[in-house]
């Protein structure tokens, strides 16, 4: 009589240690979100305090964003190297002391300082986030449910800065809002080295010239498309020029690198390059929806800034709700179809807001379009985060997440730039008492554009289960 041996089953949930290691990371990317939230809502309010222009107002902005884009790919390939909770805790510190130094600081230029240093510690720690996910689980079930916790994060994020700067602000103390961060910051710095394993390293130097030239090129282009907002597009678009020839230089260094910053190889499959077009689309569906619908909630319906931030909670709801789903039929349909339904429902939702007229109730005219971003969100997100790091080796995750993050980077200042030209050109030809109206009727546009697109790029992924 013979015996056959069976392989124990595949779990079929995250447990135990490998399920706080991963809510501990997840939570640091998910602090990053909610601090940029809360920054940008007290703007007013520092700016008051320590008597900014708006000038100066704009590089505590600028002074975070250009480190965190052009410095992505270099965090990436860092944490390869030296191992990635080595970099990921590094770069959680230098978080960790520029949300602490902001809070002691007495004038403007301490303060953007501090917020360069923030910049650059997420630059490193970010691309660390989802490499460490990828570490923790191979591909299969296990690792789309640990992209959807990710994609959960990252979505609460905004929803859950936007309650904190309400209920802060209601105690008139800016500082209050931006020392939590860092309190959090140093309860994760303790944390993460107890219950996140090392990765092991991969032999290897450092390209410096590859490191340069791309991060010059990322900071020229980050820079050019968020200032074409300010300084129009006559100044900005020399930037955006210099930043493209930077990073047309930096393929030509990587190409004849022994041991390039990044691997071109990422590039050469169909599905990947789909897969990084649609993340670099996914910000377009949904900016103009929370930058003017909260402005229209506020100035037309009369809602509070805390009412409004209950309200985009249901974007959060949207996406819990359909994380699970959309990981299930990402395995059983492919992740392109899982994508299309994504973008239809985003293209639905941006489509229901345009019929909206100043009167209609909350609960018809707003509430299922909020419901719809977030659960096609997440059908959008998950399966093309699990397209872009599959079939990546472990020693090269970090080099490939950072890919991840910096599409989304670029993404989001290339259709914020997009948005705002549009809604201006819309406004400018209006009645002066319906601007406003039709600036946000053209970003809802512009945003069932994007969502459009997304399915075009969606076509370059291969369909298969």
């Not at 689980?137 to 994609?151: M, S």
């Not at 670099?280 to 037309?300: D, R, S």
């Not at 299930?328 to 392109?336: E, N, P, S, T």
């Not at 239809?344 to 009167?359: C, D, H, T, Y």
Request: proline letters at 3%.
């Amino acid at each position: 009589m013979s015996t056959q041996l069976l392989a124990p089953p595949a779990p079929d949930r995250i447990r135990g240690r490998t399920a706080v290691a991963l809510a501990v990371v997840v939570s640091f990317w998910a602090l990053i979100l909610v601090d940029e939230m809360v920054v940008n809502i007290s703007l007013a309010q520092i700016g008051t305090a320590l008597d900014l222009t708006q000038v100066e107002l704009s590089l505590v902005v600028n002074a975070y964003l250009l480190p965190y884009g052009g410095l992505l790919l270099l965090g990436g390939r860092v944490g390869d190297i030296l191992g990635k909770r080595r970099v990921f805790v590094a770069g959680m510190a230098l978080y960790t002391i520029g949300c602490l130094a902001r809070v002691v600081a007495p004038d403007a230029w301490l303060l953007i300082l501090a917020r360069g240093v923030q910049g650059a510690g997420a630059a490193l720690a970010t691309p660390c986030v989802l490499a460490l996910i990828m570490n923790m689980f191979a591909e299969g079930a296990l690792r789309r449910k640990a992209i959807g916790v990710y994609t959960i994060a990252g979505g609460t994020g905004a929803a859950v800065g936007l309650l904190l700067a309400g209920a802060l602000g209601s105690f008139g103390s800016w500082k209050l809002q931006m020392g939590l961060a860092g309190v959090i910051g140093l309860v994760l710095l303790v944390v993460t080295p107890a219950v996140v394993g090392e990765t092991p390293r991969e032999s290897g130097r450092f390209d410096v010239a590859g490191a340069l030239v791309s991060t010059l090129g990322l900071v020229a282009l980050v820079y050019g498309l968020t200032s074409s907002q300010t300084n129009g597009w006559a100044s900005a678009s020399w930037y955006v020029v210099g930043g493209l020839v930077l990073l047309g230089v930096f393929v030509t260094i990587t190409r004849r690198a022994a041991q390039p910053l990044l691997d071109l190889s990422l590039f050469s499959d169909r599905s990947r390059v789909g897969a990084y077009l649609v993340l670099a689309l996914m910000p377009g569906t949904q900016i103009g929806l929370f930058f003017f619908l909260g402005q229209y909630l506020q100035l037309v319906a009369g809602y509070t800034p805390m009412t409004v931030a209950l309200a985009f909670l249901l974007v959060s709801v949207g996406m819990v709700g359909a994380a699970g789903p959309a990981g299930k039929l990402d395995a059983r349909i492919g992740g392109r179809q899982v994508i299309v339904l994504g973008a239809l429902m985003l293209v639905a939702a941006n489509v229901w807001l345009l019929r909206m007229e100043p009167g209609d109730s909350f609960w018809t005219a707003i509430l299922p379009s909020l419901l719809l971003v977030g659960a096609g969100l997440a059908f959008t997100i998950i399966p093309a985060t699990v397209h872009a790091t599959s079939g990546v080796e472990d020693s090269g995750s970090g080099s490939a997440s950072s890919v991840v993050n910096a599409v989304q980077n670029v993404g989001s200042s290339i259709s914020l730039a997009i948005i705002v030209a549009i809604a201006t050109a819309v406004s400018a030809s209006a009645a002066p008492d319906a601007q406003f109206t039709a600036s946000m009727s053209g970003s809802f546009a512009a945003g069932a554009g994007f969502a459009a697109a997304i399915i075009l790029a969606s076509l370059l992924i291969r369909s298969r289960r």
